[in-house]
C-alpha cells in the first residue's frame, strides 16, 4: 500500500513569491492534515481537510491556505512569503471517523 | 502558549536500558494522546496512542503511562536498540481534530 507522498520534496521561492505545496493520501483516507516543522521545533498544527471541506485551522495568518480536491489530495498556499516561513511542511492523511494520522516525507521550503 | 510541554529534550541511554520521555499538558479537552518517532530526512511515524480511559498500553516494547489526574503521559522504550534513535514527539488531540506536538526528544541509544 502507498503512503502519503508530497511534491515537492525541495522548494525554494524569494521573500513575498508563493509557495504550492501539494499532498496524496493514502488510498481511503478522507482527512489531509497539515503541519509546519521549523528547524529543531515540534510540529505546529496548520490545516485539517475532511471529505473537500476545512474543519480546522491552527493559529497561522490568512496568507496560509489551502484546498482539498475530490480525490481527497490536498495542495498547502503560502502567499507573500516570509523569511520565517522557511520549514518542512508535513502533510498527514487519516481514515474516515478516526483521529489516526500518517506523516508524508515532507516539502522542505526554503525563503530567500 | 505551549499546549504540551515534553521533557527532556535529549536522552542519552545505554543499550538495553530503559529510556523514558514525558509529556504534560493542560487542557482537559483532550482526548487522545500519540507518540510519534521521527528519523531524519523523513516523516513522523505512529508509534503508539492512548485514550484518557486507561492508564497503561503496551505494544512490543513501548509503554505509554497515563496520568489523567496529573494531566501527564508517558513514554517508555524497553531494552533500548541503537536502532531506536531518533526525534520523539508526543501529541495531544481534541475531539475536533486539532493536535498540539510536543517539541521532541532526541535519544541516542550507545552501541
Known amino acids: 500500500e502507498a503512503g502519503v507522498t508530497q511534491s515537492p520534496t525541495h522548494l525554494i521561492k524569494t521573500r513575498g513569491q508563493q509557495a504550492t505545496l501539494r499532498c496524496s493520501p493514502i488510498?481511503?483516507?478522507?482527512?489531509v492534515y497539515w503541519y509546519q516543522q521549523a528547524l529543531g521545533l515540534g510540529l505546529q498544527f496548520l490545516l485539517w481537510?475532511?471529505?473537500?471541506?476545512?474543519?480546522n485551522r491552527g493559529n497561522f495568518p490568512p496568507r496560509f491556505s489551502g484546498r482539498q480536491f475530490p480525490n481527497y489530495s490536498s495542495e498547502l498556499n503560502v502567499n507573500a512569503l516570509e523569511l520565517e516561513d522557511s520549514a518542512l511542511y508535513l502533510c498527514?492523511?487519516?481514515?474516515?471517523?478516526?483521529?489516526?494520522?500518517?506523516f508524508g516525507p515532507g516539502t522542505r521550503l526554503l525563503v530567500l | 502558549q505551549q499546549q504540551v510541554k515534553q521533557s527532556p529534550q535529549s536522552l542519552i541511554v545505554q543499550k538495553g536500558g530503559i529510556s523514558i520521555i514525558n509529556c504534560a499538558y493542560e487542557?482537559?479537552?483532550?482526548?487522545?494522546f500519540p507518540w510519534y518517532q521521527q528519523f531524519p530526512g523523513k516523516g513522523p511515524a505512529l508509534l503508539i496512542a492512548?485514550?484518557?480511559?486507561?492508564s497503561e498500553k503496551k505494544e512490543g516494547r513501548f509503554t505509554i503511562s497515563f496520568n489523567k489526574s496529573a494531566k501527564q503521559f508517558s513514554l517508555h522504550i524497553m531494552d533500548s536498540q541503537p536502532g531506536d534513535s531518533a526525534t520523539y514527539f508526543c501529541?495531544?488531540?481534541?475531539?475536533?481534530?486539532?493536535?498540539?506536538f510536543g517539541s521532541g526528544t532526541k535519544l541516542n541509544v550507545k552501541p
Open positions: 498527514a492523511s487519516g481514515p474516515p471517523g478516526r483521529e489516526t494520522q500518517y
Open positions: 488510498s481511503g483516507h478522507t482527512s
Open positions: 481537510y475532511d471529505e473537500g471541506e476545512e474543519r
Open positions: 487542557n482537559t479537552a483532550f482526548d487522545y
Open positions: 492512548i485514550r484518557p480511559d486507561v
Open positions: 501529541a495531544a488531540g481534541d475531539n475536533f481534530n486539532k493536535f498540539y
